[in-house]
Every structure is written in structure tokens, then in C-alpha cells.
């Protein structure tokens, strides 16, 4: 079975679970942390039960996990009490962390113990791994005035000020997207130095030397390469499983 | 210089300054109350990072600061700005400046107590539980559930049970009643954290740089930190831990990326020593038991060591 965790809204997230149905994908919305049968106690994940889509699953059947949310938010559930919705998504977002990380199939990412997705990184960590990772960065600063102040994080992936970039995604160990073969090695070093299996990473332009503008761990499953991808990784680790345990 | 962020009558700031009163450094509180008085500005040029703060017309050149103590309170709960309201100026004001300040105390050259990657990594109690476990200490039996039959099948196998929260939102240790019993249903709502409760005594160890200062707290409460709320005394003593244990305590400290820790321990009857959590921002003062071995004397030392991290 494979988990894609993501919003009930995430048309992308259901558009894959669907197509990977006959491998046993199930969706899991932050909704169903609000569901009796989870049971996991730590250092034992192979015994946890997960509930998805109405089923209980438990982790030793699981082949894969793709997540498609840092955390869960207050506003993710809204069958709780308003009162008790910002404790209730913290604890979620720390236990899906915790369960996460213990899992013995591949998550796409591995969260971090603040970020269901990877590490928890800003758009000024990301700058500076980049750095590390040889791609050209322009100087970013930050800035915070008293009055109508301007927040740290100018450049993020919804910002419409570039007027054009180049996207490079790295897929366990696969990469997509037409840019030089420079930008193209800077995005896999990218991707190591943070230590996330997915990584979409963003130039200014696609020749060589183009400055890097964002990095995202959010898995694009609008793409059905990449989406390929993800699903044969999957595929792959449980075949060693299973070569593993004859 | 020497740079402490917070509110001056907290505790441990307060005790740290005062320490740190007769140094030759400069030393700098940015206080926290004057929050909608300070600009920040940040720069990241290559591997470098330079900037400046003003407070209230003070600047303060972050470059040179040698090393910082980061113990702020949520700026949200100020009360300007929570006055003022999620839509508001102020309220945007406090976010960006905590989290430039954060951003800065990451990437700062010098000291920093502590960063704030390796803070972060006590968020989940669960994932905390791996490293302490990888550390040597024993970790109580753990059930997170939102299935009330799974948590009535660990209060009967253990007995006697604590819930606590998940995350490091601080939250009231208390022991599993009939009274709790009679409303498991309601877990169903939300994963909880069920252990099974230790019997020992409870030592509290801060890890400061090199240094480390334990004591035991006696308590009749679950909870010692709330122990007035059950009509409960404290006593804290000083005590000296075996080596093997110490030495558990620093691996576990560098485990997880601190320079500074408070790690809740508890020793059983039988001589096992069991982790529950490591605080990154401990409130060291509530357990200073020995002036002449003070935690904030130690604190004051390694921040004006300076060095880095």
C-alpha cells in the first residue's frame, strides 16, 4: 500500500491516488488524524496502525509514503472545537513526524521533527544551501521596518517577480526538467546537502550560470514522470524487501 | 558583545545578566517589550552574514556579537500586539522580527544558545525518544493513539499511566484516573501520548557547554513544575550523577545539537535511569539549589567564552 498524505483539496494528490489505486494507494488527509485506530508506539513502527480512507493499515504493509504538507494547520480541522484546533494540529504535526521518520518504507521526504515534508527550512535556508551547493545566488536580504513592515522571504515560489525561470525536480536519484547539465548537478547537490529524496529547484533561466531563485520539497505529482518515478522507487525498495527477507 | 534576547524579568535572563554585570564585554538585552520599536535588518552575501538591529534608536552591530542567549517568549502574547490582532501592522511586525532574528541566530559566526535547527528537534517528543534512547537512557513504554480500545489495552498493561502532550507545547503531566477512563472516547478526536508511569526519584541535569549541574526534586505531585496547583511541596537538592550517566547526558546533548540543556531524568529503585525529554530553552533558575556552583555563573562563563557552535 502507499500513502499520499496531502489536503483533501490537493487535486494533484488525489489525481495520483487514483491512478496508483491498483498499487493500493489511499489518501491521508490531516482530517484523518481525527479518526479512531491509529495506535503507534515509538520504536516499534512496524506494530503502528494508520487510518486512511476509512481503513486501517498497518505500517508493516506500507511500501511507500509521499507527503504533500509541512504540517498540519488549525484550519485543517474543523470538526474539532475552534478552541482546541491549534493544540490538536500541533500534536498532529509531531506525531506524523515521529511516525514518519520510524517508518522502514521510503517517505518522500522524510520529515523533520517541525515539517511533515523535509527539513524546515525558509527560502534564506534553501539560499544558503545552495551556496554550499555551487549555484550562483544573488544576495538576499532581510529586512523588517517598524511601519507596514517588510517581512524576511521577499522570493518564494508564489512570487510573480522573476520574469522567468527554469525548473529542475529531483526524484530519487532521477532528475527532470530541460536546463543546462550544470544546473541540473547544483539541484542534485542541492537535494543531497538537504537530504531529501524530492527536491524542486527553480533558476532564473535554463543556460548555465543562472541563479538559483527557489528550492521546494513539495513532490509534483501533476507530472507523470516524476509521478513514475516515485511509484517505481516504491516499487523497487519493496522488491529488495522482499529479496531481503527470502 | 554579548547579545540576550527575551523579557529582563524572566528568570533566566535576568539571572544571566546580572551575572554577566561585571564583564568586560558589552552586553546587550534586546527586550522583548520594545518589540514594535526594533528594525532588523539582515544580509546574506555568499557564505556570509551581516547586520543591525535598532532598538528604539539603539543600534546594535550584529557582527559583533561574539555569542547571544535566545530566550524569547512568544511575541504574539505580548500584549500590544495581541491587542492589536492577527490583521494587524504589529501583529506582522513581531512575526517578521522573530523570525529574522531566528534566521540570524542560525547563521551567526559566533555563539548561540541555542540554534534554532537544533531547538527545533525537540518539537516531537516521539522523535526525541529515538535519540534518547540511541544515548543509552531508558524511555518509558509509549502508546500515541486515537483508539480508545488500544489505550484501555495499555492501562491495563501497565497500571499505572501518564498522558502528556506530543509536541513541545508545554503541557500538565498527570496520571490516567477513573475519571479519564470513563472519557477515552474522546482520543478518537486526537493522537495521545500515553506512558507508563515511573516509579523513582526525579534529577534534573543542565548541560551548560562542559559543565553540568544536577539536582534531585522531590515531589508528592506528577508534575513537580505544577506541583502548588496540587497543594504539593518541592525540594530541590544538589547531587553528584555517576560518570556513566554524565557522560550519557553530553552525548545526548551533542546528539541533538545543543550547547545548552535541561534533561529530565528520573532514577528508579532498581538503579535505571530513564530519559523523558531535554528542554533547549531551560528555565535553569527554578532549580538553582547551590549559590556557590551557580548555573547562571556557568551560563555567564560560556557566553563570554564567546567561541562558536
Known sequence: ?????????????????????????????????????????????????????????????????????AGIHPQDLPRLAAADRSYAAAEMTAFLAAWLSELSCPVINRPSPTCLMGPS??????????????????????????????????????????????????????????VDGSLTAQAQRLAGLAGVEYLNVAFRGPEAGSSFLWADPRPDLFNPQIATALLDRFQTSNEESLEAAV | MI????????????????????????????????????ELQVRFVGDGIAGAIDMAGTTIDLDSVTSCLMRPYDSLGLAAIERAGPASVEWRHAQSLERGLWL???????????????????????????????????????????????????????GSVVYKSISSIR??????????????????????????????LDHRVHVVGDEI???????EAVDYRYASREGAAVEI???????????????????????????????????????????PSPAFTFFECDPEDAIATAMARLLTGGGGN
Open chain 1, 121 to 178: 527550512w525558509s527560502f534564506e535556508d534553501w539560499s544558503r544551501c545552495a551556496v554550499r551547493a555551487g549555484c550562483r545566488v544573488e544576495p538576499v536580504h532581510v529586512t523588517v521596518r517598524r511601519a507596514g513592515c517588510q517581512g524576511p522571504g521577499q522570493l518564494h515560489p508564489n512570487d510573480p517577480s522573476p520574469t522567468r525561470s527554469a525548473m529542475v525536480a529531483v526524484a530519487c536519484g532521477k532528475t527532470f526538467g530541460d
Open chain 2, 171 to 200: 503541557s500538565i503531566v498527570a496520571r490516567v484516573t477513573v475519571a479519564h477512563q470513563e472519557r477515552l472516547s474522546d482520543i478518537q478526536w486526537c493522537p495521545t501520548q500515553f506512558q507508563e508511569y515511573i516509579q523513582g
Open chain 1, 1 to 69: 500500500m502507499i500513502l499520499v498524505l496531502a489536503r483533501k483539496d490537493d487535486a494533484d494528490a488525489a489525481a495520483v491516488s487514483s491512478l496508483w489505486k491498483a498499487q493500493g494507494a489511499l489518501a491521508l488527509a490531516p482530517e484523518d488524524l481525527s479518526r479512531p485506530g491509529w495506535r503507534y508506539e515509538p520504536g516499534r513502527p512496524e506494530a503502528a496502525i494508520a487510518v486512511a480512507g476509512g481503513r486501517r493499515i498497518p505500517a508493516r504493509l506500507l511500501r511507500g509514503v509521499v507527503t504533500r504538507i
Open chain 2, 3 to 38: 547579545l540576550l534576547w527575551g523579557l529582563p524579568k524572566d528568570g533566566p535572563v535576568a539571572a544571566v545578566a546580572a551575572e554577566l554585570a561585571n564583564t568586560s564585554l558589552p552586553v546587550v538585552l534586546l527586550d522583548q517589550r520594545a518589540t514594535l520599536d526594533t
Open chain 2, 237 to 279: 537538592r544538589s547531587v553528584n550523577l555517576p560518570d556513566d550517566c554524565i557522560e550519557r547526558c553530553r552525548t545526548l546533548t551533542a546528539c541533538m545539537g545543543l550547547t545548552v540543556a535541561g534533561i529530565d531524568l528520573r532514577r528508579t529503585p532498581d538503579g535505571a535511569w530513564y530519559c523523558f525529554e531535554v528542554n
Open chain 2, 213 to 219: 549541574f544536577s539536582c534531585t526534586i522531590e515531589s
Open chain 2, 104 to 158: 540570524w541566530a542560525e547563521y551567526a559566526p559566533g555563539l548561540v544558545v541555542n540554534r534554532p535547527s537544533a531547538m527545533l528537534r525537540c518539537s516531537s517528543k516521539p522523535c526525541q525518544s529515538t535519540m534518547i534512547r540511541d544515548a543509552g537512557f531508558e524511555y518509558p513504554e509509549t502508546l500515541i493513539t486515537t483508539d480508545p480500545e488500544a489505550a484501555q489495552e495499555f492501562l491495563c498493561r501497565h
